[in-house]
């Protein structure tokens, strides 16, 4: 019997990240292993799942049909298994998070040594990641994302406040240049980009101006998809960085950075903890969801 399971969460992740490597990562296998296993479930069902190229990977007709089912199928194992952990009543077994680093210092950081020293029992597995992946695929119990990015079928605890954008530079930075006044004036600036991880396109920057949106594309020798690599490469003058208010706090505080165009940069949804909307919630993430709520 468990020989029929073999191979599909692997199959449900190649689904979602079109990546043998990217789902052997999320695993932590080899992606040889990975595709050992959905060669090894194609041959038992004797129907081809996966099309596999030299640059890509795409399901065929019938893997793509198969994964539709599979999804909510492997929602409702994962269901099974809450059952038994609730009729175990201890919170109990490895919690698994899939977590974007923009909530490590505001969520992960501060939670983590309280939480685990109120549950003995529970163990964390944290995965960082940045970009839009499914938690059903991998395997995660829940995942932590901005309320604006939230699929609509899955249940949304809010656990931060509103959250800001700043527009920062070095002091060392504004000594050659004028600090802007205007969203549009960053056009002649040296800005720092940043690349979403997801579909890889450049962020634009957003701003509200007399109650409505602007969005500005803006151009720089930097781009990174890493927060941190923007706020260090602000920090050693190479340009203005767009980034978290409670990322750069601190540099603010100290006067490392200055803030700019801070009228314009507006509030907007904070993170959330996110998981499938199951009849039976697991108690160690009944616990993680009470937890983070009181917080």
Known sequence: MSEDFAGLRELLLVAEKRSFTAAAAALRVTPSAVSQAIGALEERLRIRLVQRTTRSVSL???????????????????GAFAVLEDARGRPSGTLRLNVPRLALGPVIKPMLGRFLTAHPEVRIDVTLDDGLSDIVAEGCDAGIRLGERLDRDMVAVPITGSLRMAVVGAPAYFDGHPKPRHPRELAAHDCINYRHVTGRHIARWEFEVEGRELTVAVDGRVVTNDNEVMVLAALDGLGLAYVMEHSVAEHLAAKRLVRVLTRYCPSFPGLYLYYPNRKNLAPKLRALVDFLRVR
């Open 60 to 78: 065929t007709e019938a893997g793509a049909r198969f994964v539709a089912e599979l999804r909510p199928a492997m929602e409702n194992v994962h």
